[in-house]
């Protein structure tokens, strides 16, 4: 059974730095893409952040500079450390799971991070 198990989230002021974890079970990590998405109320769900198997990273332009993703396949766990945070980086951050060519098919549940102005 996959789990994919995120912490990490809170409550943190603008200009504040998070960092969100997440560790996985059931997959075969190191050979599966890793992202983070986040939905922010009445919005649709959006890629944040991601990094392949082989460790190459996106960013959605709004996160870039601030935000890094990176993943430790020992621990089996990806991290998204999040700087210079903003009020409209508030929402729930997801962690995603996917072999490439598949899509992102094993999700967690979800963190809440709410950044006050």
């Known amino acids: 059974q996959v789990q994919l198990v995120e912490s990490g989230g809170g409550l943190v002021q603008a200009g504040g730095s998070l960092r969100l974890s997440c560790t996985a079970s059931?997959?075969?990590?190191?050979?599966?893409?890793m992202a983070w998405y986040r939905q922010a109320p009445g919005k649709q769900r959006e890629l944040v952040a991601a990094?392949?198997?082989?460790?190459?990273?996106d960013y959605v332009d709004s996160v870039k500079g601030r935000f890094t993703i990176s993943r430790d396949n020992a621990k089996r766990t990806v991290y998204l450390q999040m700087n210079s945070l903003k009020p409209e980086d508030t929402g729930v951050y997801y962690c995603?799971?996917?072999?490439?060519?598949?899509?992102?098919?094993?999700w967690g549940q979800g963190t809440q991070v709410t950044v006050s102005s």
């Open positions: 995603a799971a996917g072999l490439s060519g598949r899509g992102y098919g094993s």
């Open positions: 059931g997959i075969i990590f190191r050979i599966n893409n």
């Open positions: 990094i392949t198997f082989g460790g190459s990273t």
